[in-house]
């Protein structure tokens, strides 16, 4: 079955960008998609179709997919950005999510 | 503005049948532009994605959990239905339902999600 590999944790410093990787097989011939989700909270839809913003979602947010890897940066992250993130693609007709990234915001 | 209510039994005896609704507001899930999805997420782990249905009911299955799951839909009462047969603790976890857009644009409306507890 399809896997998807984010680290664990990422920490970032107020004010600068934050990278958060996630890996695949060949995850660039897929569009790949990334969720926010705060302590307590439903997912939220950050980036669809690679690098592609839902209304609403800061421009400070970005996306890439390229080769094996999709990155969600995060430009002058905020402490608002604290979160967990998800990344998540489409194989054979299936879904298959990230194990997720624990963002923290020192 | 669509929305997404989760409801059923906040607890299952083991061996039993896991049935969750998900009730659709502002919208109709007849419409053949989206994919009507369950995620779970037990305590402090990640999202799974369990399965969806989609126009003139077709589904999609996660492979690890399709010989326990069956998703259906009542377009007359505008819900969308998880049965999970056979629970085990392990089945116990937060269970969303979720909007899929066609054309790889993702799960943009989610529900606030319900807690299953497996538990004699």
């Known amino acids: 079955s399809y896997e998807l590999t984010q680290p664990p944790s990422v920490s970032v410093s107020p004010g600068q960008p934050a990278s958060i990787t996630c890996s695949g097989d060949?995850?660039?011939?897929?569009?790949a998609c990334w969720y926010q989700q705060k302590p307590g909270q439903s997912p939220v839809l950050v980036i669809y179709?690679?690098?592609k913003r839902p209304s609403g979602i800061p421009e400070r947010f970005s996306g890439s997919n390229s080769g094996n890897t999709a990155t969600l940066t995060i430009s002058g992250t905020q402490a608002m950005d604290e979160a967990d993130y998800y990344c998540?693609?489409?194989?054979?007709?299936?879904?298959?999510f990230g194990g997720g990234t624990k963002l923290t915001v020192l | 503005q669509v929305q997404l209510q989760e409801s059923g039994p906040g607890l299952v005896k083991p061996s039993q049948t896991l049935s969750l609704t998900c009730t659709v507001s502002?919208?109709?899930?007849?419409?053949?532009?989206?994919?009507w999805t369950w995620i779970r997420q037990p305590a402090g782990k990640g999202l799974e994605w369990i399965g969806r249905?989609?126009?003139?009911?077709?589904?999609n299955y996660n492979p690890s959990l399709k010989s326990r799951v069956t998703i259906s839909a009542d377009t007359s009462k505008n819900q969308f239905s998880l049965k999970l047969s056979s629970v085990t603790a392990a089945d116990t976890a937060i269970y969303y339902c979720?909007?899929?857009?066609?054309?790889?644009?993702?799960?943009?409306?989610w529900g606030k999600g319900t807690t299953v507890t497996v538990s004699s």
């Open positions: 979720a909007r899929d857009s066609h054309g790889d644009h993702g799960m943009d409306v």
């Open positions: 502002g919208g109709s899930i007849n419409s053949g532009d989206y994919y």
């Open positions: 249905i989609y126009s003139i009911g077709g589904t």
């Open positions: 060949k995850l660039g011939d897929k569009f």
């Open positions: 179709q690679d690098s």
């Open positions: 998540q693609a489409w194989d054979s007709s299936t879904v298959v």
